[in-house]
């Protein structure tokens, strides 16, 4: 049996129910449906107009890879909740292990007390940590983002200098701290300064890594004042970019140097996305502190900062929170996690390539496809603008496809992890008609 086989079988959608199984695309009305409309009017009047709302998708249920909406309309969704629902919606095990917490303990603050769940939490997160095998301690969060605010003041606290050094085209939150890393979109930045002081910002790649030494540690800053580089290894708002090779290796090396924390932000990109748990581990080298988010609960919100055993050593009382941890989000990442290692990630790398395979195609017979990119199930689209992308993007929705941009001028797949062979081949089709469609409109 190929390794494509085996990831397969043991993603069979057997258990998960009939909406998993059902045909999607399955599109019955207009789009938004009257129903979704009425949703949508009623959301607009109250909620806040900061949050853009890419289309008109008001979910209903959904399971594995299918979405219904309020109207009956089934989606083949290729965005998993950007990247968060990494099990697939609703995983059987996944909901057996929520409802089964909920029945003992729903909440207790974690910071003053000793919840079980989160401690076997921590303690499987120490042992997947890619640190080589070296001890780990591990903070629990309520989102990415707060997992990025914790690296922050442990890379300052622990090293006992300010400067933090990230990336044009990063994103790593929009919480102030988060923010002030974040060069993905200056709109998200504007209106909000001052930002953090003593965050600096470099190209991606090698261009980055010269930078830093030719002129940021020659003209700006003293590299014995820097706590700590941020970096993802897969860029994902900023174009689901992997690093260039001997990029990753050379931060390493810059940090070794000069006494750094090279601080990987996997939000995205970890908790098997790549093909392995850790993005990072596609470049053979090992981070000071990872960070984790999004797909890490499977849809509940949680956050995880782990760092070197021998870097967390605040004292109690510096780093806490009321939520963070909390334990039916804990008890939804241990199966997540179990999930995960025991076929999902290799299900990730199979359906990464069966992916590929067939985008190849689609970039050979639709030149509006400039590139794509693809390290597992975060694949990337290179169109010719942002104006394209978007359309591309609109275009998939109303058929029934479920895609998001980012970057410049992508178009983002990353589905769930569950994806089977027979949806991706589904998918690529219809991606290939919107995109020929917009390039007939252009």
Same mark, same amino acid.
């Given at each position: ?93 996944? $909901? ?41 301690? $591990? ?86 004042? $820097? ?216």
């Amino acid at each position: 049996m190929t390794t494509s086989e085996t990831a397969t079988t043991l993603v069979d959608h057997a258990t998960m129910g009939r909406l998993a199984d059902a045909t999607a695309p399955d599109l019955r009305t207009a789009l938004p449906g009257p129903r979704a409309r009425e949703v949508i009017d009623r959301d607009l009047a109250v909620s806040s107009p900061s949050m853009p709302r890419v289309y008109p998708l008001v979910p209903a249920r959904a399971e594995g890879c299918v979405m219904e909406d309020v109207d009956g309309n089934r989606f083949l969704d290729l965005n998993a909740g950007i990247a968060v629902n990494s099990t697939g919606h609703c995983h059987p095990a996944v $909901v057996a292990a929520i409802e089964a917490q909920a029945r003992s303990v729903l909440h207790y603050c974690s910071s003053d007390f000793y919840i079980p769940v989160y401690g076997q939490l921590c303690e499987r997160l120490a042992k997947l940590a890619p640190f080589g095998g070296r001890a780990a301690r $591990v903070f629990l969060s309520n989102s990415g983002a707060e997992a990025v605010e914790g690296a922050i003041k442990l890379a300052r606290y622990r090293t006992g200098r300010q400067h933090i050094i990230a990336f044009l085209g990063s994103f790593h939150g929009r919480t102030l701290g988060a923010l002030s890393l974040t060069a993905s979109k200056a709109r998200y930045r504007a209106g909000f300064g001052p930002l953090l002081p003593e965050v600096h910002h470099v190209p991606y790649g090698m261009e980055g890594v010269t930078q830093l030494r030719d002129q940021l540690f020659k003209h700006l800053v003293e590299p014995t004042e $820097v706590a700590a580089i941020v970096v993802e290894p897969v860029q994902g708002e900023g174009g689901y970019i992997p690093a260039p090779p001997g990029f990753m290796a050379e931060l390493r090396e810059v940090c070794d140097e000069h006494g750094i924390l090279l601080v990987a932000d996997e939000v995205q990109s970890g908790i098997g996305r790549t093909g392995r748990f850790w993005a990072v581990e596609h470049d053979g080298v090992e981070p000071d502190v990872v960070l984790a988010g999004k797909g890490l609960a499977s849809g509940l919100p949680l956050g995880a900062l782990i760092a070197r055993d021998e870097l967390m050593t605040w004292p109690p009382g510096t780093h806490g929170s009321t939520f963070g941890g909390n334990p039916v989000a804990c008890a939804a990442a241990l199966a997540t996690i179990d999930l995960v290692t025991g076929g999902l990630q290799a299900n990730a790398a199979a359906m990464g390539r069966r992916f590929a395979d067939q985008l190849a195609g689609v970039q050979r017979r639709q030149a509006l496809l400039e590139a794509f990119r693809a390290r597992g199930l975060m694949i990337g689209l290179d169109f010719p603008d942002h104006d394209v992308a978007v359309a591309v993007e609109q275009a998939c929705f109303h058929r029934g496809i479920l895609t998001l941009t980012c970057g410049e001028r992508t178009v983002r797949i990353a589905p769930p992890l569950v994806i089977r062979a027979d949806e991706v081949d589904t998918a690529v089709p219809i991606l290939e008609d919107a995109i020929a469609a917009v390039a007939a409109a252009t």
